[in-house]
């Protein structure tokens, strides 16, 4: 499986200290794989899914079997309400 990752999560990754950025990464091997905390996200952000890592939030969008997208990444008290944030803009520019 091929990830991808937008802006947001890739900035938000170089942020990270060594340790968590090692655990991030690690679950991102296992997401690869179909492996992790995976969830499927409710209304209003149905499509798409979360991994949790910790107390951390990976949000992201399987585009196909061989690919996934990450959309958005923070701490587990701000992830969705910022993310939703960032859904409805894009809907509004459409």
Known sequence: ???SASEQVQGWLTKLPPETK???RLALRQL??????????AAPLEGFNRLRIGGLRV???QNSR???H????HSRDRVYETFQQV????KEKK
Do not use: C, D, P
């Not at 690869?32 to 996200?41: H, Q, R």
């Not at 990450?70 to 990444?73: K, P, R, W």
């Open 70 to 73: 990450l959309e958005y990444a």
């Open 22 to 24: 090692h655990k991030v």
């Open 87 to 90: 859904v409805r803009a894009m």
């Open 32 to 41: 690869a794989n179909g492996k992790g905390s995976i969830k499927a996200l």
């Open 1 to 3: 499986m091929r990830i």
């Open 59 to 61: 949000i992201f969008r």
């Open 66 to 68: 061989t690919e996934i």
